[in-house]
């Protein structure tokens, strides 16, 4: 009876069990993420391409990390400083729009290969400094953060940078889940703009949401007692080779 009702509201592409494994990997990186502040957003990307169609890789993770973030944001609100996330986030709209138009027509192939290679830049490239907290600065990375996040769907580390310049770890982890709050929010109207039907999914979402707000509870709780060193380590390690079997389906 249960997977009769679940055959009938997933996905064609996704079975019972699959979703109960993309649940637990929204648990994961939600988890992942309350606890170091990165790294859950492409945890679940890299997970979501192995299953999805590439078309709905993007918009679908963008819900998902909207439920992730906005939760993340909910519960450690009191440490968000909304004068940066007002900047970002106005730049972050016109970046969603652009970037919404190449999205919309990019071939599948290209898209793992982009993926991957981003995704493998974020692990292992040093990222610069960005010293100053000023207006134009903020408008400029949101543009661009959110064009990356329309083409590539995760644009979470390239955020961080423009918020790293926030001393305080807790206040650093809100301000960031509030900023993707309002990024994923941009990227999902654009893609509604441009025609994808997020009804066929919703249900889907809901549950992944739902299992992504319980592990930003549980990320939450045990922000300072994790060995951060050794887990860094392992999930670059995890995140490689996704990325490079990525880039492997791309080009093969």
Do not use: C
């Amino acid at each position: 009876m249960l997977a009769d009702f679940l055959s009938a509201v997933l996905p064609t592409s996704v079975s019972p069990l699959i979703a109960l494994l993309l649940m637990a990997a929204s648990l994961t990186g939600s988890m992942i993420t309350a606890a170091f502040g990165l790294g859950g957003g492409i945890f679940m990307l890299s997970v979501m391409t192995l299953i999805f169609p590439a078309a709905a890789v993007v918009p679908v993770h963008g819900a998902i990390q909207l439920g992730s973030n906005s939760g993340r944001a909910l519960v450690q609100r009191k440490h968000i400083q909304w004068q940066m996330v007002l900047w970002i986030s106005l730049g972050a709209i016109l970046g969603s729009l652009v970037g919404g138009r190449f999205a919309a027509t990019m071939p599948e192939d290209l898209f793992k290969i982009l993926v991957g290679a981003f995704i493998l830049f974020i692990i292992w490239v040093p990222r610069p400094d960005v010293q100053t907290r000023g207006p134009v600065s903020s408008l400029i990375g949101g543009v661009v953060t959110a064009f990356v996040g329309m083409i590539v769907g995760v644009a979470g580390p390239l955020v961080l940078t423009f918020v790293r310049v926030i001393s305080d770890r807790r206040e650093l982890i809100a301000t960031h889940a509030a900023l993707m709050t309002f990024q994923n929010t941009a990227k999902i109207l654009t893609f509604m703009f441009y025609g994808f039907a997020f009804a066929a999914y919703l249900p889907l979402i809901l549950a992944l949401v739902a299992a992504g707000f319980v592990g930003t509870l549980i990320g939450s709780h045990i922000l300072n007692k994790l060995p951060e060193a050794a887990f860094r380590t392992a999930f670059k390690a995890l995140i490689t080779l996704m990325a490079l079997d990525l880039l492997r389906r791309g080009l093969t």
